[in-house]
């Protein structure tokens, strides 16, 4: 496969407390990104995506940020709850024209109450 | 409205056999993605098919491969399964072409002994 298999990184963070995913992306011209929930025994979930146009975006409770020129990629999540635990993955457009999401390796967030 | 849908949920074979996977997507999306997820692991994309056409490969062997019906449903073929073929296989759904946001079903658990 494209990515070499790891192990997931974990954050963990206490109830009601904020949360910051990082991500880093590999293509300069990628022109869209979402992130991804993924809780166990489930497929992922869509929270929120931004286009290359924009640097920030906010949801309910998230907001993503992006950076391109540093290509990094953020989702924050305000007032971490215990149903917020869950595998987060940030995915890249690398071509304009076709759809082909890159996903990065992951990151496990763990609420601790 | 009808999320993604893939079956079967689980699927257990031996090792040399062959497995089909399935996948409809959301009513209206004619772009189907599939993706690997091995146990801990990241998602790694696999193939992109769209208007009935294979329009992208992730760098997996040949045995790995698939076909996009009419009515935009999908399958996906794997052969000679080897025990390393072992992972939650997901299928995502979009809207045609562009950077446009995927949703994804609950996958296939593939158990090769």
């Known amino acids: 496969g494209e990515n070499v298999g790891l192990h997931l990184p974990t954050l963990s963070v206490q109830e009601g407390d904020n949360s910051i995913i990082n991500c880093a992306y590999s293509?300069?011209?990628?022109?869209?990104f979402i992130w991804y929930k993924q809780e166990s025994g489930k497929g992922p979930q869509f929270i929120i995506d931004i286009r290359s146009n924009m640097d920030k975006r906010q949801g309910q409770r998230v907001t993503v940020l992006l950076n391109k020129t540093v290509k990094h990629l953020s989702l924050q999540i305000a007032a971490t709850q215990p149903g917020d635990s869950a595998v987060y993955f940030c995915?890249?457009?690398?071509?304009?024209?076709?759809?082909?999401?890159?996903f990065g390796a992951g990151t496990i967030l763990r609420v601790k109450s | 409205e009808a999320g993604v849908t893939q079956s079967p949920t689980h699927l257990i074979k031996t090792r040399g056999q062959q497995a089909t996977l399935r996948c409809s997507p959301i009513s209206g999306h004619t772009s189907v993605y599939w993706y690997q997820q091995a146990l801990g692991l990241g998602l790694q994309f696999l193939l992109w098919y769209d208007e009935g056409e294979e329009r992208n490969r992730g760098n997996f062997p040949p045995r790995f491969s698939g076909r996009q019906f009419p009515n935009y449903s999908s399958e996906l073929n794997v052969n000679a399964l080897e025990l390393e073929d072992s992972a939650l296989y997901l299928c995502?759904?979009?809207?045609?072409?562009?950077?446009?946001?995927?949703?994804f079903g609950q996958g296939t658990r593939l158990t090769v002994v």
């Open positions: 293509n300069s011209a990628s022109d869209y």
């Open positions: 995915a890249e457009n690398p071509s304009p024209r076709g759809n082909k999401l890159v």
């Open positions: 995502a759904s979009s809207l045609r072409g562009g950077s446009t946001e995927a949703f």
